[in-house]
Antibody, heavy 119, light 107 residues
Framework: EVQLVESGGGLVRPGRSLRLSCAAS????????MSWVRQAPGKGLEWVSF???????FYGDSVKGRFIVSRDDSKNILYLQMNTLRPEDTALYHC?????????????WGQGTLVTVSS | EIVMTQSPATLSVSPGERATLSCRAT??????LAWYQQKPGQVPRLLIY???TRATGVPARFSGSGSGTEFTLTISSLQSEDFAVYYC?????????FGGGTKVEVK
């Protein structure tokens, strides 16, 4: 069974950094495309980043140059390094697993970890 | 960036009735359009991808159609569990983008 469990969220000051983790079970993160999607409180969905199985990375315009997605194959964990955080980055951050073969879709989701950026 | 616009923002429907949700893109999507359902306090659920392919376990009352820049999600006979927010997502180009959502509520 596919399971995704995010952690690492919390309250952080603007301009600081935070690293989110997504522990996967039931599959190997290195063999599939993985992504981060966020949802600000009471708002809609926003795609953040994708990490392909071949190592290629893609980012949304609002986080490009500030966020870095990576994975640790030995631990089966996906990460999101968030730098120079802004108040508008406040959201529930979900990791998601793509369909087999990679379609840039989000069929499997973790419950999310809340990031609050505030002074 | 491909901008996705969903309409209406809120749709009031009685149980058993048909619901039709629209999604418009600012450029052609080559059928790379998906729909998600999100209930309060839950993560989104993939319903439809490639415009009209139902994801695993999705009931047949959900159907997707459209082409180019205009797409539709139809729920043929609304059940109580279908009242939720629905999002469309394009995956034809980077960055991936979602529509703002349509809330389907009880009339």
């Amino acid at each position: 069974e596919v399971q995704l469990v995010e952690s690492g969220g919390g309250l952080v000051r603007p301009g600081r950094s935070l690293r989110l983790s997504c522990a996967a079970s039931g599959f190997t993160v290195s063999s599939v495309h993985m992504s981060w999607v966020r949802q600000a409180p009471g708002k809609g969905l926003e795609w953040v980043s994708f990490l392909y199985s071949d190592g290629r990375t893609f980012y949304g315009d609002s986080v490009k140059g500030r966020f870095i997605v990576s994975r640790d194959d030995s631990k089966n964990i996906l990460y999101l390094q968030m730098n120079t955080l802004r108040p508008e980055d406040t959201a529930l951050y979900h990791c998601a697993k793509d369909l087999p073969g990679g379609r840039n879709l989000f069929p499997s989701w973790g419950q999310g970890t809340l990031v609050t950026v505030s002074s | 960036e491909i901008v996705m616009t969903q309409s209406p923002a809120t749709l009031s429907v009685s149980p058993g009735e048909r619901a039709t949700l629209s999604c418009r893109a600012t450029q052609s999507l080559n059928s790379f359009l998906a729909w998600y359902q999100q209930k309060p306090g839950q993560v989104p659920r993939l319903l439809i991808y490639d415009t009209s392919t139902r994801a695993t376990g999705v009931p047949a009352r959900f159907s997707g159609s459209g082409s180019g820049t205009e797409f539709t999600l139809t729920i043929s006979s609304l059940q109580s569990e279908d009242f939720a927010v629905y999002y469309c997502q394009q995956y034809n180009g980077w960055p991936l983008t979602f529509g703002g959502g349509t809330k389907v509520e009880v009339k």
